[in-house]
């Protein structure tokens, strides 16, 4: 189901304009320790090494000394210390020690046994600070030898930690995600029920002989919580849950992902009961291919490793191996035999009543008005992930203060899905010639898309620039599920996107480059129903295309002709002609037989610039079956222009 996006552009220059906790030490605090005792030394060495007494110069020392107020001297190899017969300058306070430092004074012995002072000799013993000036700076180095290894070989990474796994590991308490933080995914969630029952209550299954699967595969469109589903797995089993990416198993040297691999598996097992899960695995699990320019033979060796890893595991244990892709169909066969991924569960996008319960939680924690529907806002947001509707919340809520409101209100709701839909609102101001092109165009589109058969109602018109480039959009919304499309409804949806050209060729008698989108979007459908779905009487029913497409992603693959000849192509261009051709023809009639409705539609679209379906219906006397948009189907995307 794709997001309703605009049916096409109008180009006036024809282009298109997860607390985490990392395994591993803490090198720094060993560096704290260092500097605390470091500093711890400095401080003996003050206190034990530091001399006694006030120190005094020596020119003073010789005048106490001649004066008769020195009792009795220590002379050493530099420092000479004493005592006074009395305080220096009679003050109390003051002690009665001294120090100096020893000059050449061959005079001092005759000078000291002269005044009668009793003098002695002093044993220097030098290991304490010869002791304390080797063993600090050895220290000190030690210190940063210690720190920088470790921070070479620990978990956090480094030169020498390339073989460690770089997953984050969530302990059993961590992980606060639970079954009901998730919605939208009913089928999904009963399927994974198991595995928490299994991971809580393994006896339950292994009495029987049962095993449960090694590997489960979370596939779906991006957005849809295959990461969020994950996690509450975890979270209501309570077990230990390795989260990383598979993009992380590769570095550029040789054999570093084959080991990461090794080293994560080892972890889960020492952790186990757990879960391991690998994002994108696809950027890790692609086919193993035989090219003539050669392979990635890094990315395959490690892939290798994992299929090895995921053989020899017991799955006894409790380790389940979870995965999760947006592209499955490039995956090897190898990782999806059974034994290893074996059970694939499919995160789709959600219905209306997925999308009303996923609104549910999002505006849990959002003051919304008492007048907002979520039925309603989950009816106009037809093909919207889970990742979609938490973003339109946030940019409702985000509207709603930039108006100073109180409380989210239905209003904030609409202009948050025109946004994400057609794109941010333009300020600018458009020529009349141009304004006049564009309501033209608009009006063409909502014409024949509110008069043909079979179609979903026109939801609104807007002729106000939005997105890159996009002068105006007309959106339908479906009426009811719908999963197949006729041969009829294609055609119908072919005309619809060639109304806005021809609608230009019949008001103002030009054509305008604001068509591209429209022309390149037709030629597209127009063509896979011929190479496609076999839809062409000329060719019969056979598929021309032969590419194998994107499942879940809107990514368009360019055409291969090798696959047939030259003869065939002109058929296949000749049928793409005719069909477009019957189309703007359809198209044609529908405008020229409502000729007046055109003219009322568009001078009403110049007036207000953006007008609601109900009021188009009341311009052309049209009594929709249905006057409530539906849910779910996939919306032909607005147009866009």
Known sequence: MAAPKPTSRFNPRGGDRRGPRQVGGRPGSSLWYGLAFLFLLGLAQMYYLAPSGRPVPYSEFKQLLKDGAVADVTVGDQVIRGTLNQPAGGDARQSTQFTTTRVDDPKLTEELEARGVKYSGELVNRWLPELLGWIIPLLFFVAIWAFLFRRMGGAEGGVMSFARSRGKVYADDEVKVRFTDVAGVDEAREELAEIVEFLKNPKKYTNLGGRIPKGVLLVGPPGTGKTLLARAVAGEAHVPFFSLSGSEFVEMFVGVGAARIRDLFQQADVKAPCIVFIDELDALGKARVQSPIGSHEEREQTLNQLLAEMDGFDSRKGVIIMGATNRPEVLDSALLRPGRFDRQVLVDKPDVKGREDILRIHTKTVKTGADVNLKVIAARTAGFAGADLANLVNEAALLAARGDKEAVGPKDFDMAIDRLVAGLEKKRVMSTKERAIV????????????????LDPVHKISIVQRGFGALGYTMQLPLEDRYLMTRQDLLSQLAVLLAGRTAEEIALDEISTGAQNDLQ????????????????????????????????????????RSMYGDDTARLIDAEIKRILTDAHETARTVLTDNREKLEAVTRRLLQVEVMEGDELRQLMGVTPAHQEPSPDSTPLPPTMD
Do not use: C, Q, W
């Not at 309501?439 to 024949?448: D, F, L, Q, T």
């Not at 030629?523 to 590419?547: C, H, K, P, W």
């Open 439 to 454: 309501a033209y165009h608009e009006s063409g589109h909502a014409i024949v898309a509110t008069v043909l058969p079979g």
């Open 521 to 560: 979007r037709a030629t597209d459908i127009a063509r896979a129903m011929v190479t496609e779905f076999g839809m062409s009487e000329t060719l019969g029913a056979i598929n021309y295309d032969g590419n194998k497409r994107a499942r879940f992603l809107d990514m368009p693959m360019p055409a291969d």
